[in-house]
Every structure is written in structure tokens, then in C-alpha cells.
């Protein structure tokens, strides 16, 4: 008893410097302290510090962070993104705790031993891990400053509660005869052949598969809708900021050269003018009808929404853009020749110089149809990557995609 008692203390020393390096791998990384006392991890109960980790570590990884996740609803999901994003970092399973357990604080244990196996997997990425001896140091004079016997009694009796819930299911299989431990390099569980199988037993093992299997797909549901959410805003707001800046381009370049040319005082030649601006005022009209489309569906945005019946019609404009593409180098250079008229160069520069502008030149403008395509289909592509399959919009979608690459 006395060097299990030992052992045990041993035990609790080393969750403690554990637990104090998570802290300060947390600090360093966020750039922030964290409560210097010993409930730092109920800050963490909302999941907007977990998901702002995991954004300076891999920024992709988390879809949004519900700031301020003023339920539980929304601190449970900022809590899902965290632990989709660890299983995508390739932490195993036995690694993850379950929201409940952060959001209750019912075994925070668990949550730091989470977020000690993703520090080490970190070092494995190349980012910044758990380790470095100056954390290393700085926990051990803390842990020498922690004199509070009741938290260390329960930290003790979290740590057995868990070594006796992490052991239950394996000596149930073993009382039951269906497994051995087998003693090798490393301790592994090996079934042995039985006819005499209990169906109690059987009937665990599925119910805790079912169990996992039902929560995985939960959290890829989760995540895979807020995801879709994201691409669909993102979408939205490129193709606004699209229209918008073609008709800045149009208002502030062709239309007055357009009116130069009806006054008869032309910059340019009707011929010129046709070759440089080329079918930009029907893209304009085709991607301004697209837009209100788009802003007439995200508003009524909800999981079961489609985008894909839009993005297939747009199909039917590839020849304008088509066309644009294959007059693009034709259009280049009769600009650069144009600018050699001192009227015109001076009347680009005079435009540039306009604050809407924000001193974009004309070309830059000009490029935009040219770049607008591939960026449909890189959004395209996400959306059909975080749309599941069984969804009513997953076909439309990747006819779209399809069309576009």
C-alpha cells in the first residue's frame, strides 16, 4: 500500500508538470495569459481558445469560431471544430475527450492529456510543440508554488477514476476469456477462438461501436455544414466584390471614352475601344444576374440550400468568356499602343488618381474576367469536398465543378 500510495503521488507530480507545460504551450502560441491559478482550463469551456489554437496552427482546420458563443449549443460546436481538426491532425481516438467533459468540467484530466498528445503531434508537423526546456522549467517552479491539498486530492481521484474507466471494457473481455494480454515489446490484446461467445458481451461491443460510429458522423456533420457555410459566404462575397469592381471599370474607363468618342473628340477609335473593353459589358450583365441570384439564396441559407442549379447555368456564358480569354492578348497590346497618345495616357492617369480606384490601373481591371474562372472552380471544388454525398445539391454541384475544370 505504502508504494502504491507512492506511486501514486508520483503520478499526480507528473499530470501536474504535464499540465503546467500544456498551459504555457497554450500561452505561447496564443500570445496570451491564461488564469495564473489552477482552473486555468475552465477558460477554454467555450472552445474559442481551442479553435483560435488550432487557427494559429493550421488555419484552415477550424470552419469559424462562434465569438462569443453566448450558448451551449455554440460552445459545444466551437468544441466539435476542435476536435474534428485534431482527427484530421491525426490524433488517435483514446487522445480526444468528449464536449461534455470540458463544458462540465467533469474530467479536465482528459482535456489536458488532449491537448498535451496534440502538442507532441505538433513537433512531429514541424510547428511549435510541447517541450522546450525553458516551459519545462518554468512548470516545475510553478508546480513548486501549487501548496492547495485539495486540488491535488482531486486531481488524484480523477487520474484513478480514469485509469479505472480506461481498464473496465478491457477486463470485460478478459473475465469473459475472449481475450489474453500478451506480454511483447509493447502490451497489445489478442482475441483467442471461442465457441462459448457471450452475447451480453456482443451486445456491448456493438452498442459502444454504434456509439462511436453515431458521434463521429455527428461531428462530420457538424463541421461539414459550417464549412459549407463558409465557402457559400465566401462566395458570395468575392463575386460581390467581382461585379462590383466591374463596373467601377466600367464606369470610370469606358463609359467616358465611350462619351468622348460620341462628342467627337475621341481619346481612342471606336475600333480600338471594341478590341480593349471587348465583351466586358455582357459579363457584367450575365455576372450582376448571378450575383442577385446568389444573395437571393444566402439569404434564405440554410443546410438543405443548393447553389449547384446556379453555378450550372453560368455554363452557358463560357463562350462570352471564352471569347474574352482569346481577345485578352490582343487587347494588351492595343492598350500599350494606345497609351503612346499623350491625350490617353494622360486621361488613364488622370482616373487612376480617382479615390473609388484606389489607384488600380486599367490593366489590372482588365485581368479580372481572366482570374474570376479558376476561382470558381478552386470554390466550386471546396463546396463539393464539404457537401456529403446524400445531399440533394452534391450532384448539381459537381456537374458544375465538372464544367469548370
Given at each position: 500500500l505504502?508504494?502504491?500510495?507512492?506511486?501514486l503521488?508520483?503520478?499526480?507530480?507528473?499530470?501536474?508538470?504535464?499540465?503546467?507545460?500544456?498551459?504555457?504551450?497554450?500561452?505561447?502560441?496564443?500570445g496570451?495569459?491564461?488564469?495564473?491559478?489552477?482552473?486555468?482550463?475552465?477558460?477554454?469551456?467555450?472552445?474559442?481558445?481551442?479553435?483560435?489554437?488550432?487557427?494559429?496552427?493550421?488555419?484552415?482546420?477550424?470552419?469559424?469560431?462562434?465569438?462569443?458563443?453566448?450558448?451551449?449549443?455554440?460552445?459545444r460546436?466551437?468544441?466539435?471544430?476542435?476536435?474534428?481538426?485534431?482527427?484530421?491532425?491525426?490524433?488517435?481516438?483514446?487522445?480526444?475527450?468528449?464536449?461534455i467533459?470540458?463544458?462540465?468540467?467533469?474530467?479536465?484530466?482528459?482535456?489536458?492529456?488532449?491537448?498535451?498528445?496534440?502538442?507532441?503531434?505538433?513537433?512531429?508537423?514541424?510547428?511549435?510543440?510541447?517541450?522546450?526546456?525553458?516551459?519545462?522549467?518554468?512548470?516545475?517552479?510553478?508546480?513548486?508554488?501549487?501548496?492547495?491539498?485539495?486540488?491535488?486530492?482531486?486531481?488524484?481521484?480523477?487520474?484513478?477514476?480514469?485509469?479505472r474507466?480506461?481498464?473496465?471494457?478491457r477486463?470485460?473481455?478478459?473475465?469473459?476469456?475472449?481475450?489474453?494480454?500478451v506480454?511483447?515489446?509493447?502490451?497489445?490484446?489478442?482475441?483467442?477462438?471461442?465457441?462459448?461467445?457471450?452475447?451480453?458481451?456482443?451486445?456491448?461491443?456493438?452498442?459502444?461501436?454504434?456509439?462511436?460510429?453515431?458521434?463521429?458522423?455527428?461531428?462530420?456533420?457538424?463541421?461539414?455544414?459550417?464549412?459549407?457555410?463558409?465557402?457559400?459566404?465566401?462566395?458570395l462575397?468575392?463575386?460581390?466584390?467581382?461585379?462590383?469592381?466591374?463596373?467601377?471599370?466600367?464606369?470610370?474607363y469606358?463609359?467616358p471614352?465611350?462619351?468622348?468618342i460620341?462628342?467627337?473628340?475621341?481619346?481612342?477609335?471606336?475600333?480600338?475601344?471594341?478590341?480593349?473593353?471587348?465583351?466586358?459589358?455582357?459579363?457584367?450583365?450575365?455576372?450582376?444576374?448571378?450575383?442577385?441570384?446568389?444573395e437571393?439564396?444566402?439569404?434564405?441559407?440554410?443546410?438543405n440550400?443548393?447553389?449547384?442549379?446556379?453555378?450550372?447555368?453560368?455554363?452557358?456564358?463560357?463562350?462570352?468568356?471564352t471569347?474574352?480569354?482569346?481577345?485578352?492578348?490582343?487587347?494588351?497590346?492595343?492598350?500599350?499602343?494606345?497609351?503612346?497618345?499623350?491625350?490617353?495616357?494622360?486621361?488613364?492617369?488622370?482616373?487612376?488618381?480617382?479615390?473609388?480606384?484606389?489607384?488600380?490601373?486599367?490593366?489590372?481591371?482588365?485581368?479580372?474576367?481572366?482570374?474570376?474562372?479558376?476561382?470558381?472552380e478552386?470554390?466550386?471544388k471546396?463546396?463539393?469536398?464539404?457537401?456529403?454525398?446524400?445531399?440533394?445539391?452534391?450532384?448539381?454541384?459537381?456537374?458544375?465543378?465538372?464544367?469548370?475544370?
Open positions: 505504502k508504494m502504491a500510495a507512492q506511486a503521488e508520483s503520478w499526480v507530480y507528473k499530470f501536474l508538470l504535464r499540465e503546467q507545460q500544456v498551459k504555457l504551450w497554450i500561452e505561447s502560441i496564443l496570451q495569459t491564461l488564469t495564473n491559478t489552477k482552473d486555468w482550463k475552465y477558460e477554454l469551456q467555450d472552445g474559442i481558445k481551442l479553435c483560435s489554437l488550432i487557427q494559429h496552427l493550421s488555419p484552415r482546420l477550424v470552419p469559424k469560431i462562434n465569438d462569443p458563443a453566448k450558448t451551449k449549443f455554440r460552445m460546436e466551437n468544441i466539435l471544430f476542435f476536435l474534428s481538426a485534431c482527427t484530421q491532425l491525426s490524433l488517435a481516438p483514446w487522445n480526444l475527450f468528449e464536449p467533459e470540458l463544458m462540465e468540467g467533469s474530467n479536465l484530466v482528459k482535456v489536458v492529456e488532449c491537448l498535451e498528445a496534440l502538442g507532441k503531434r505538433c513537433e512531429k508537423l514541424g510547428l511549435m510543440s510541447i517541450g522546450p526546456s525553458s516551459l519545462t522549467q518554468q512548470a516545475k517552479m510553478l508546480i513548486s508554488q501549487t501548496n492547495d491539498a485539495e486540488y491535488v486530492s482531486r486531481i488524484k481521484e480523477l487520474l484513478k477514476g480514469n485509469r474507466k480506461r481498464s473496465t471494457l477486463q470485460a473481455f478478459i473475465d469473459k476469456g475472449l481475450l489474453v494480454h506480454r511483447c515489446s509493447a502490451p497489445t490484446l489478442t482475441q483467442v477462438p471461442t465457441t462459448d461467445f457471450p452475447l451480453p458481451l456482443l451486445v456491448l461491443v456493438q452498442a459502444c461501436l454504434r456509439g462511436f460510429l453515431t458521434r463521429r458522423e455527428y461531428v462530420k456533420m457538424v463541421v461539414g455544414r459550417a464549412y459549407r457555410t463558409k465557402v457559400a459566404k465566401e462566395i462575397e468575392t463575386e460581390r466584390q467581382y461585379v462590383r469592381n466591374l463596373k467601377l471599370l466600367k464606369i470610370y469606358l463609359d471614352l465611350r462619351q468622348s460620341e462628342k467627337g473628340t475621341p481619346l481612342i477609335s471606336q475600333h480600338d475601344l471594341k478590341i480593349i473593353f471587348s465583351e466586358l459589358e455582357v459579363i457584367l450583365n450575365y455576372n450582376a444576374t448571378l450575383l442577385q441570384d446568389i437571393d439564396r444566402l439569404r434564405k441559407w440554410s443546410p440550400q443548393c447553389l449547384g442549379d446556379i453555378f450550372l447555368r453560368i455554363n452557358q456564358y463560357m463562350k462570352t468568356y471569347q474574352y480569354v482569346m481577345n485578352f492578348n490582343l487587347s494588351m497590346t492595343t492598350l500599350t499602343n494606345c497609351k503612346k497618345n499623350k491625350a490617353f495616357a494622360e486621361f488613364l492617369s488622370d482616373q487612376q488618381k480617382k479615390p473609388e480606384l484606389k489607384r488600380a490601373a486599367l490593366n489590372s481591371f482588365l485581368i479580372l474576367p481572366i482570374q474570376r474562372i479558376p476561382r470558381y478552386l470554390l466550386l471546396e463546396l463539393v469536398t464539404h457537401t456529403p454525398k446524400s445531399h440533394v445539391d452534391f450532384r448539381n454541384l459537381s456537374e458544375a465543378y465538372l464544367k469548370f475544370c
